[in-house]
């Protein structure tokens, strides 16, 4: 009776240590869920400071606003012909030549070697008066283009900062996953301690012993591979952000998500901010603009023309030794294109239809972009809703892990059984994380679609 006391107090003891020992494996599955030490210590990343690096840094960003500057620069007034053109040119010639010359009741003459010098300089100033409006058109096309390449511009600034968005919450996620497999280990040490203590009390076999110890190596191989995976996806960010040599850093630690959005808003501001339906309708207004252009052709042109020239000449031979002239010269010309073999009417028919064609790519665009809002907010709202089911579930998994463990412990389940809890508790977790960042990653396509980067 007094060895089976001592074997009963013995007992006890060594549950209430399991205990202290798990209650301290679930302060380090805390401690890793809250992040390592020493990336505690790194620099935080926002996901704006993300943003706003990606707008001055990004080299896609870069090269379309360098073709925005070219658009610009070819928008002005000069390029659409309303100035005038003012030239200047200068001539000077030399030529050494041998006369000889005969006159009536005179000495035949020669001159030999005898150098002739001419010069003259001349400024023009011409414009083209009148040419049937076709300038006005022509500046108003250059602006459209100009608008254009701006909205194009700014769908790949929209495109880009989503990439950085969706790299950015990439690295959440895995790090989010990460914290998940420090639980899973800390639970799987917990389990081959307890293991190893029932083994030494006569409870367990080392067959289970060793298939704790297999599960836990498990656990932690995973954990060293979703390192990497941390690591490639901050790769990722720092190839956008066109900073591949950033040293380490954090990123936020959740993931937000806005369930306040609306399909009708999101629909309406689509409508009139979304970058590529804002460039169909430039382009529109573009073909209306050449389509004028060529229309202004019908019409005479009127050219002014004023110019002002000085010449001289000297000559060691002949009559004249030297003469000079200056004076200015000014005229205007009028002309008018009356056949040039129907291409004209061609050109304005290719504009016509280059014009119908712009209105339907409008109309095919919108039709895209409703078509696209409501299938992602279909599918964000779904994620929305998965969201609250998944929480649910992982809540009766963290109860359901903290019984088996205690079950477990009393000898009352097997290791298989706390291990099929275990992953389902894993499975739980992760499947949270998963959804979301679909949510939130589906949040920032809608905002792109929307017009709203």
Do not use: K
């Not at 380090?28 to 707008?55: K, N, Y």
Request: net charge negative; glycine share 4%; charged share 25%.
């Amino acid at each position: 009776m007094q060895s089976l006391a001592r074997l009963g107090t013995t007992v006890c003891f060594l549950l209430w240590m399991a205990g202290a020992g798990l209650a301290a494996a679930q302060g380090v599955a805390s401690e890793d869920t809250a992040g390592p030490p020493p990336q505690a210590a790194a620099e935080v990343l926002t996901l704006e400071e993300a943003l706003e690096q990606a707008r001055s840094q990004n080299l896609a960003v870069r090269s379309a606003e360098n073709a925005l500057a070219i658009t610009a620069n070819n928008a002005s007034i000069g390029n659409a012909g309303f100035l005038p053109q003012l030239t200047a040119s200068g001539n000077r010639n030399t030529s050494i030549t041998t006369t000889e010359q005969q006159f009536i009741d005179q000495e035949p003459r020669r001159t030999p070697n005898a150098e002739t010098t001419s010069q003259a300089a001349r400024a023009t100033l011409a414009w083209r008066a009148f040419e049937g409006l076709g300038r006005f058109a022509t500046l108003q096309r250059l602006q459209a283009e100009q608008a254009s390449q701006a909205e194009r511009t700014r769908g790949v600034r929209a495109d880009v900062l989503t990439e950085v968005t969706v790299a950015y919450l990439s690295i959440v996620r895995e790090q989010q996953q990460l914290a998940v497999l420090d639980e899973a280990v800390a639970i799987s040490e917990e389990r081959l301690r307890l293991t190893e203590l029932r083994n030494r009390l006569g409870a367990a076999s080392d067959l289970a012993v060793r298939q704790a110890r297999v599960d836990l190596n498990a656990d932690r191989g995973a954990r060293l591979r979703q390192e990497s995976t941390v690591t490639a996806a901050r790769a990722q960010l720092n190839r956008l952000l066109n900073d591949p040599d950033r040293g380490r850093y954090r990123v936020e630690p959740g993931i937000p998500i806005d369930t306040l959005l609306t399909l009708n808003e999101l629909v309406t501001e689509a409508r009139t901010q979304n970058p590529q339906l804002r460039a169909a309708r430039q382009g529109r207004r573009a073909a209306t603009q050449e389509r004028r252009e060529i229309r202004a052709e019908r019409l005479p042109t009127v050219d002014l023309e004023v110019q002002y020239e000085y010449s001289d000449q000297s000559s060691e031979s002949g009559f004249v030794q030297f003469s000079e002239s200056y004076g200015l010269s000014y005229g205007v010309a009028v002309s008018v294109d009356l056949f040039d073999g129907l291409n004209r009417r061609r050109r304005a028919q290719n504009a016509q239809i280059r014009e119908r064609n712009a209105q339907l790519a409008i109309q095919e665009l919108e039709t895209q972009l409703i078509t696209a809002l409501q299938e992602e907010f279909a599918s964000f709202d779904n994620r929305v809703a998965l969201i609250a089911l998944e929480e649910e579930n992982l809540q009766a998994a963290r109860a359901n892990v903290d019984v088996a463990l205690r079950q477990f412990e009393l000898g009352v389940i097997t290791p298989l059984e706390l291990r099929e809890v275990q992953e389902t508790l894993v499975q739980a977790e992760s499947r949270l994380v998963d959804t979301r960042f679909e949510a939130r990653v589906l949040e920032a396509e809608l905002r792109r679609l929307a017009g709203q980067r």
